[in-house]
């Protein structure tokens, strides 16, 4: 056995010893987390892994040109895995391992695409590099030493591949020259020159770099932000089968602890999503906390959390006490409690992950910990969880005064067992001035369908949703009690909302307290009820440009895009303008995750910021789903001092005004 064998076959050893040891000393941190069933369906998870791991779906389909490279990336990475492989076997065992040792289609063919994804790697690196360097993104941390030392690497590698092959090539060494362009373009037209004993240590000198430079890789791995090259896979293949569109119910018992104060109570799933995120920014690029100038950053929430796991998770193993705080404000693993109240739960930023990190089920388990565990909350939600324990609706307003708007028209109560569909008002549709216009133009709308509906009245109940995505699961859980049991008992079969929390609530969250049944919003009820001849529509003239704003909850949530769109076009004539930002991509509104019964700071307001979006399409009516949409466009209009002829309308008035 030669000595360079024997060297090498040491630093093998020594390598990958190293690397196993990083892998399993930070990977068995992620059995502290809780249960989580993530392999039911086999066949559905590694469907998803081959459509978005593989596939790369989410990466080239946001940011064309930079998703591509990323892309180009993985492909180039996965394809280079095997001559990497066989680079490393060969060094072990070169007289028993190598590609020349194969049949020459076989080995040309191999060394062609070899030389050929080399140079895609290679390029692909040169475009990253220059984006970090001359137009980064503003929503990561482009120059990173980090993100240097990955693309160095990288770029090392294909060198000393071509630079070995190229220097074989020139000293005659290579029977597929004609197959490897690249290297031998490198052989022939710039090393050629030199002398045979200058080739000669060319290629024992390329061979180490690549060698060192190979290993040196697998071993800072482990420990750079390019660990999800080892975890992004099977994060992917872990993915919720269903829209994360719920919270996991909390299980209440004398004496123990409610949400996630420490890192050991969060899932294991949620532990491993921490060391799957590549760290891209999207999160950051869409979320409009961020966006609107505010200190939350979805991207840093996961880094800290995988920081800290990393500082306590071999102490909280052992039974110890964890040294770092969970939720506090210490410079690096820890999420402050700001962080946590500004997220508005909109999901923008799990919508966009290209390997679907769950980020709002982490900062709502984080927060139930704040509110059941600590009792700390802003000041103004005080009042709210106050008014919903004790009056079952936001502004603590006595029940009797629910089912008040009734009186204004006709309006039929449901009856046990005879009435077909339910309307669900809500507290928003049912107290709200302005938005009570769009409960009486829902309520015209239904008769002039001449359906069997009916509401509920002052028996109606707040639904619970700002409660549970503030973190009182406590006080939501009983609600919810009480609503199924109530909806059981008078055989409700079918409900329909108005506002998208409520339908997301009773469709989403409710499954979790046995109660399946057929929820409808509005739009999709009434634009069935088109389909079936019981609704006819004359466009109604008046309405100008109009712009439509996706609501976070019913689109993102729950997927309900196309039916506003078709029924605006129904009732206008003409197909909705869309902002920039609109369907899996729409800014929030600023309302949700608690947020329209919280104060905002005045110059980094979201309602603000999505107003501004809507303006750039010079629009004379902005058209919305949800009555919490209709509140915060409207402010966010007077706000901006541009509420002259720009009507807000939600999608049922203007229904209202096109019904024949």
Not at 148 to 158: P, S, W, Y
Not at 203 to 211: D, Q, R, S, Y
Not at 571 to 597: K, Y
């Amino acid at each position: 056995m030669s000595s360079q064998v024997l060297l090498f076959s040491a630093l093998f050893a020594i390598a990958v010893g190293f690397f196993l040891l990083s892998c399993y000393l930070r990977f068995s941190l992620v059995t502290i987390g809780k249960p989580d069933n993530r392999f039911n369906e086999l066949g559905q998870r590694f469907s998803n892994m081959l459509l978005y791991a593989f596939g790369q779906k989410r990466v080239v389909t946001r940011s064309y040109l930079f998703g591509l490279n990323h892309a180009v990336f993985f492909w180039c990475f996965l394809i280079l895995l095997i001559a990497n492989t066989e680079f490393l076997l060969h060094g072990l065992f070169p007289a028993s391992v190598s590609l020349s040792l194969l049949p020459d289609i076989l080995y040309f063919t191999l060394t062609f695409i070899f030389d050929i994804v080399s140079f895609f790697a290679l390029v692909a690196v040169l475009i990253a590099l220059g984006r970090r360097l001359f137009v980064p993104p503003k929503y990561i941390d482009a120059r990173t030493y980090d993100a240097f030392v990955i693309l160095g690497l990288v770029a090392t590698l294909m060198l000393a591949f071509f630079t070995l092959h190229g220097s074989e090539i020139a000293l005659g060494e290579e029977r597929a020259a004609l197959y490897m362009p690249v290297s031998a373009f490198m052989g022939n037209f710039i090393l050629a020159r030199l002398p045979g004993g200058t080739l000669t240590a060319l290629v024992t000198a390329a061979w180490w770099v690549h060698a060192v430079a190979l290993l040196g890789f697998l071993d800072y791995l482990p420990y750079s932000k390019h660990m999800h090259i080892l975890t992004s896979i099977p994060n992917c293949f872990f993915k919720s089968l269903e829209k994360v569109n719920t919270q996991p119910r909390e299980e209440f018992h004398k004496g123990s602890a409610y949400g996630v104060g420490r890192v050991d109570q969060f899932r294991w799933k949620d532990l491993f999503d921490s060391f799957s995120c590549t760290e891209c920014g999207r999160c950051n690029d869409n979320c409009p906390a961020t966006r609107s100038g505010k200190s939350l950053n979805p991207r840093l929430v996961i880094h800290n959390i995988k920081e800290n796991l990393l500082h306590n998770g071999r102490q909280i193993g052992k039974g110890l006490e964890p040294a770092l705080p969970l939720i506090g404000t210490c410079r690096e693993g820890c999420v402050t409690e700001t962080d946590l109240w500004e997220c508005t739960t909109c999901g923008a930023c799990m919508e966009v992950c290209p390997v679907f990190i769950e980020h709002v089920p982490k900062i709502v388990g984080m927060r139930r910990n704040l509110v059941e565990m600590k009792s700390t909350f802003p000041g103004e939600v005080q009042s709210l969880f106050e008014n919903m324990e004790n009056r079952s609706n936001p502004w603590g307003i006595i029940p009797a005064e629910r089912g008040k708007w009734v009186t204004e028209t006709d309006v039929p109560p449901f009856e046990k067992n005879q009435t077909e569909c339910l309307f669900y008002v809500g507290c928003t549709g049912a107290f709200d001035t302005r938005n009570k216009r769009n409960t009486l133009a829902l309520t015209n709308i239904f008769n002039n369908a001449g359906i069997s509906w009916g509401v509920l009245g002052k028996e109606e109940k707040c639904c619970g949703d700002s409660l549970r995505r503030l973190g009182n699961e406590y006080v939501f859980e009983q609600m919810a009690k009480e609503n199924a049991a109530l909806f059981q008992d008078l055989g409700v079969k079918k409900i329909v909302t108005q506002c998208p929390h409520c339908y997301n609530t009773l469709k989403n969250d409710y499954r979790q307290f046995g109660l399946n049944l057929d929820v409808s919003h509005y739009s999709e009820f009434i634009l069935d009820l088109i389909k079936a001849g019981k609704i006819k529509l004359k466009a109604s003239a008046g309405l100008g440009r109009v712009v439509y704003h996706d609501s976070c909850y019913l689109g993102r949530y729950n997927g309900v895009y196309d039916q506003p769109r078709e029924l605006i076009k129904l009732s206008s004539g003409h197909t909705p303008l869309e902002m920039e930002r609109h369907r899996q991509r729409s800014f929030c509104c600023g309302a949700g995750g608690g947020h329209m019964w919280m104060e905002e700071n005045a110059d980094t307001r979201i309602n603000m910021e999505r107003v501004r979006q809507a303006l750039q399409q010079k629009p004379d009516t902005i058209c919305v789903c949800c009555p919490y949409c209709v509140t915060m466009i409207e402010d966010g209009l007077t706000d901006l001092k541009v509420t002259d002829n720009i009507a807000v309308l939600d999608l049922s008035e203007v229904i209202q005004r096109a019904l024949v």
